[in-house]
Every structure is written in C-alpha cells, then in structure tokens.
C-alpha cells in the first residue's frame, strides 16, 4: 500500500474541501492508496475491521451466504462509494458479518480503524459523511430485503435480466450467478429461464443468455 495524491485525496474526500487546504493536509498523510484484482475476498465473515476503503475505481460486492448455502446480495460498492457494514464494525470494534469480494479491479483510498474513529469523534465533517453513508446504504438493504420477501423471484429476475440487457447485447451470466444476485437457489432461476424461453423472451445456451422480447419481459415486471 502506498500514499495517496493529492489528486486522488480530493477526489475520494471532496467533502473536507469545506475545510480548507491546512485542514485537508492533515488527514492526507494517514490515508493509504492500494490496487486490489478481481475475485479477491476483501472481507470475509468474522472478520476483524482494520481499514475502511473508499473505491476509487472498480466495483466490489458484499454478500451473505446462508446455512443452505444459498448467497444474496446486499449491495454492491462502486466508485467514490464505501461499505456501510465495515465503517459500522470499526466504529462499534465488532466482527464483518458478511462477505465482500471484489468484482472489477478496485483502486481504493484506505483509512486506518484508529483514524477513523479518532475523525469521527472529533470532525463533524466526518461525521457526517459516515452517517451519510450509512443512511444511504441501509436503504438499500431494506430494499433488497423488501425484494426477496415480497417480489415474486420470476418478476426480479425479468427486471435484473432487463437491466443487464441494457448495458450488452448478450448477456455473459450463469444460472448460479443470478440465484446469488437474486438470493435464491439455482434451481429456481433455471426452471424460470426455461420458461422464459419457451415463451420465447430470451434464448439460452451454456453461460450465455441473451434478451429476444424486451416488452415482454417488461411485461412481467409490471405484474404485481
């Protein structure tokens, strides 16, 4: 791990520019820079906190893995974005509850526990920008959750199918990937697919899938 820029310090924290340069180069200094690949585990359950990472670049998801092995994720980390569940461990010195693995190739900003709770404590700036982050993200939680018990997993899985077909034309996912995404088991999401198919909204081959009527799967989304 190395030192960040001054560039790369303003543009993790461009909330202490209220501060003034001689505040701002104070923090610096304790803030680290480090480049993470992909498919790493940056936290694993039970984990002990030591640093909170700001992602500069790259995306990291966070996710639990039930006692029948089932996973479901609970958000995804991006750009100029922190995890709410490690910031809450160092603040109350308790153990990672969930996994975190890095997606895409992640540079990060890396504050050490001990600083940030000494800046919490002391900087309402900071303060702010934690809570900030906490409220953000727990909102998001709630809405997984309210996703799982509440939505049919046919009518999450047309909405995910959607907004994957949005950014490619044929969508590189496999079965297991998308009952992880969608907390489900595999097997649900493949006899879905299959329907799907025969209804004659996408077609399938090994590894691959790719959207043939987006109407109708919006269709599917609109049902209640």
Aim: hydrophobic letters at 45%.
């Amino acid at each position: 791990m190395s030192g960040l820029s001054a560039f790369r310090f303003a543009e993790a924290f461009p909330f202490l520019a209220v501060l003034g340069e001689e505040a701002c180069a104070s923090f610096q200094p304790h803030i680290g820079f480090a480049s993470i690949p992909a498919g790493q585990h940056v936290c694993r359950e039970g984990d002990i906190c030591p640093q909170l990472a700001i992602v500069l670049s790259g995306s990291v998801r966070v996710y639990k893995v039930g006692e029948n092995g089932r996973e479901i994720t609970l958000y995804r980390i991006g750009r100029n974005d922190s995890c709410i569940l490690t910031a809450s461990c160092i603040l109350s010195q308790t153990r990672f509850p969930a996994l975190a693995v890095v997606e895409q190739a992640v540079q990060v900003a890396v504050i050490p526990a001990v600083r940030l709770r000494e800046w919490v404590a002391q900087h309402e700036v900071w303060r702010g920008y934690v809570f900030g982050l906490m409220s953000q993200r727990l909102a998001d939680v709630i809405t997984t959750l309210n996703e799982v018990v509440f939505r049919r997993v046919d009518v999450r899985l047309a909405e995910y199918l959607l907004k994957l077909d949005a950014q490619q034309v044929q969508l590189a996912v496999t079965h297991q990937e998308l009952a992880s995404e969608l907390g489900t088991a595999r097997e649900v999401v493949s006899r879905i697919l299959k329907d799907f198919e025969r209804e004659n909204l996408l077609a399938l081959s090994r590894g691959t899938l790719t959207v043939q009527d987006r109407a109708g799967l919006q269709r599917k989304v609109q049902i209640l």
